[in-house]
């Protein structure tokens, strides 16, 4: 990773503390660099050619121009940057319109840091990408009942059913002992699963060993 240029990420909202926060944040990441905070679309549109960013994470509402009319200008500015927005408002419409003027990914302000992490990942890999609470205001629940895992949860499903401890899958994830402890409280809660043993026999009932199972 060290090799690879940093993810250029510009924050565009207009609550100042928020855009902070999220810098703040972000700058914990030695592989993003935050080029700039702005407060609205207009901004956005003036600055985005100077600051050249990889990635835009993109407040609905603010004054002047919101999130959708600045999406559209954006990529016709700048087609290869990722939008990915990032808002309080979870109704499906808001994500159908978002996705059809253009973004990318759809991200809650209350999701983890590592979920935001991820999404800028993913987007940059080209993918789109919807957070954990996005996906459940499009499709509340997966076909048996549960609330689906996030693409992260299942990953670290995988690695813990093959018999990894957390230090293990840390290492195999490059990401914080911790972030798995949560990640793992996470997958047991929407489970309904309680035991280390029970995730592992899940595992292998729902063939996630073997790469084909359904969550």
């Known amino acids: 990773m060290t090799d690879k240029n940093p993810t250029r990420v510009l924050i565009v909202d207009d609550h100042p503390m928020v855009a902070e926060g999220i810098c703040a944040?972000?700058?914990?990441?030695?592989?993003?660099?935050?080029?700039?905070?702005?407060?609205?679309?207009?901004?956005?549109?003036?600055?985005?050619?100077?600051?050249?960013?990889?990635?835009?994470?993109?407040?609905?509402?603010?004054?002047?121009?919101?999130?959708?009319?600045?999406t559209e200008i954006l990529l016709e500015q700048r087609?290869?940057?990722?939008?990915?927005?990032?808002?309080?408002?979870?109704?499906?419409e808001y994500i159908s319109a978002a996705l059809n003027h253009g973004a990318v990914g759809y991200v809650l302000k209350d999701v983890p840091t590592e979920d935001l992490k991820d999404a800028i990942d993913a987007v940059m890999a080209g993918k789109t990408y919807l957070c954990s609470g996005a996906r459940r205001a499009i499709d509340p629940k997966t076909q048996d009942g549960r609330e689906p895992l996030t693409e992260r949860e299942q990953t670290v499903l995988l690695e813990l059913a093959q018999g990894k401890s957390n230090k293990?899958?840390?290492?195999?994830?490059?990401?914080?002992?911790?972030?798995?402890?949560?990640?793992?409280?996470?997958?047991?809660?929407?489970?309904g699963i309680s035991s280390t043993a029970g995730l592992t026999r899940y595992a292998m009932e729902h063939g996630v060993l073997q790469g084909s199972g359904r969550f």
């Open 25 to 70: 944040l972000l700058e914990t990441f030695d592989d993003i660099e935050v080029v700039g905070t702005l407060t609205n679309g207009v901004e956005a549109v003036e600055h985005a050619q100077s600051l050249s960013p990889d990635v835009i994470l993109l407040d609905l509402n603010m004054p002047q121009m919101g999130g959708l009319t600045a």
């Open 168 to 191: 293990d899958v840390a290492c195999a994830l490059d990401i914080s002992v911790r972030t798995v402890e949560t990640h793992r409280k996470n997958i047991k809660r929407k489970l």
């Open 79 to 92: 087609p290869d940057t990722r939008i990915l927005i990032l808002t309080m408002h979870e109704s499906p």
